[in-house]
């Protein structure tokens, strides 16, 4: 097995607001999770603690549950997580407000006889399977959403976790019946990649390669080689800026089974 991991800041002066993780259980097999908490805008988001607190608290316990009941499906995990998560902070913040600390989220889990996944809002999974074919695995909810409604603060709230709009890791459990999940039998997988917006736009705002090029790039160059080919062209001063900033948190987890 190897496992290759990297983040990165958009900005060097704000805190990184991604979070990743992988382990191998001594159970066997093993589990990945990436988190992109969700950047609210300037303003009141009722909560005390921010978004990195939130990420590493929900990422740590379904990092922990995901390694510790391999009885529960992922989507139970994850409704779990958000659960205690909510539990966490309820007492303290104001968990019904539309900008309360939210994040996308990325779960693999694997043994000797399948591949779990699960996908939530807008980052990527992509899978190799043993033919030498790249699949992405994606929630394209939000990326049907108009670009000039996401422009307005107003609905983009009223869209999050709504019917006909997104849907994030919040305060409600029930967002996680709404992740897009699967099982593929493990011998029909080899790798696996789970890439933040902000790595996953080397293909999907970029277009510098297809999926299954942005994963040769991970296995040749690595996770910080992806992001690195990813800075540089955000550096470039005549490409325009990526949807509605230059720079994003980057992050980027590569397996091979």
């Not at 921010?50 to 590493?56: D, L, Q, Y």
């Not at 989507?75 to 019904?96: N, Y």
């Not at 996908?119 to 990527?124: I, R, T, W």
């Not at 029930?174 to 789970?194: F, K, L, Q, S």
């Amino acid at each position: 097995m190897r496992i290759d991991l990297a983040t990165a800041p958009g900005d060097p002066e704000h805190p990184n607001e991604d979070w990743l993780s992988a382990s191998a259980p001594a159970s066997g097999g093993g589990v990945l999770v990436v988190l992109d908490g969700v950047t609210p805008p300037r303003g009141e988001d009722g909560c005390v603690h921010g978004v990195p607190w939130f990420a590493a608290r929900l990422g740590g316990r379904l990092t922990e549950l995901s390694g510790s009941r391999r009885d529960m499906p992922l989507d139970r995990i994850l409704a779990r997580a958000i659960g205690d998560t909510a539990d966490a902070h309820r007492g303290t913040c104001d968990l019904s407000h539309a900008r309360t600390p939210q994040a996308t989220v990325v779960m693999v889990r694997w043994d000797g006889s399948c591949v779990e996944h699960l996908v939530l809002s807008d980052s990527v999974l992509l899978l190799r399977g043993a033919d030498g074919r790249v699949s992405a695995v994606l929630d394209d909810r939000l990326d049907r959403i108009p670009r000039e409604v996401l422009a307005s603060v107003a609905a983009t709230d009223a869209l999050r976790n709504a019917e006909g709009g997104f849907w994030t890791a919040a305060t409600d459990p029930a967002a996680a019946d709404r992740a897009v999940t699967g099982r593929t039998p493990r011998e029909e997988v080899v790798a696996v990649a789970a890439l933040t917006d902000g790595a996953s736009r080397w293909t999907d705002t970029f277009g510098e390669g297809d999926w299954a090029a942005c994963l040769d790039v991970l296995r040749k160059e690595g996770a910080e080689g992806l992001i690195g080919r990813v800075r540089a062209i955000e550096s470039d001063p005549l490409r325009p800026s990526a949807r509605y900033k230059r720079h994003d948190d980057a992050s980027a987890l590569y397996a091979e089974l």
